[in-house]
T-cell receptor, first 112, second 113 residues
């Protein structure tokens, strides 16, 4: 019974490049959430998606960031033209209807 | 702005003692409450959740909820060094049962052997 799968675990990008983070939810889970965590900080909500729909993107920066959860395949968080301030741990979580969130192992993004 | 407040710690307790972790939240309409444990460099792991006022026990863990005071706590009995971690309080506010969780910054717990 696989949990939430995220890849890559570590991603290094130079300033100006694009970062693509992938998340496969737990089997049967249709709700996907992306959170960002800076060192010594709490988890900050970014976006909530269901299959093919963005439900809540109130925590997503207006520029350079986008997310999708296509009918087939994993959810993708895309960061265009990365800057040093984007360096963080990005966690994906999934859930059943009206249920707690279960987190993946995260992607640690480093922008050099 | 929905907020969840936790004392950042560190909270140090001797092995075998009871650790008490506290959390307050600002959204009076919040419906459900969660405690996650996060080891350094790892992902958050769900420990417990509570929806109704009162106590909920699971093994060495007890979650306590007081909606009138907008306060939720986690007690860890017989604390072990392996319990040393950051404990995150999370709150699901009004709206659907799938509303994103709002997290506090966490309390760092250190259990001294």
């Amino acid at each position: 019974n696989a949990g939430v799968m995220q890849n890559p675990r570590h991603l290094v990008r130079r300033r100006g490049q694009e970062a693509r983070l992938r998340c496969s939810p737990m089997k049967g889970h249709s709700h996907v959430y992306w959170y960002r965590q800076l060192p010594e900080e709490g988890l900050k909500f970014m976006v909530y998606l269901q299959k093919e729909n963005i439900i809540d993107e109130s925590g997503m920066p207006k520029e350079r960031f986008s997310a999708e959860f296509p009918k087939e395949g994993p959810s993708i968080l895309r960061i265009q033209q990365v800057v040093r301030g984007d360096s963080a741990a990005y966690f994906c979580a999934s859930s059943l209807e009206n249920s707690p969130l279960h987190f993946g192992n995260g992607t640690r993004l480093t922008v050099t | 702005q929905k907020e969840v407040e936790q004392n950042s710690g560190p909270l140090s307790v001797p092995e075998g003692a009871i650790a008490s972790l506290n959390c307050t939240y600002s959204d009076r309409g919040s419906q459900s409450f969660f405690w996650y444990r996060q080891y350094s460099g790892k992902s958050p792991e769900l420990i417990m959740f509570i929806y109704s006022n009162g106590d909920k026990e699971d093994g060495r863990f007890t979650a306590q909820l007081n909606k009138a005071s907008q306060y939720v706590s986690l007690l860890i009995r017989d604390s072990q060094p392996s319990d040393s971690a950051t404990y995150l309080c999370a709150v699901r506010g009004t709206g659907s049962g799938n509303t994103p969780l709002v997290f506090g910054k966490g309390t760092r717990l250190s259990v001294i052997a």
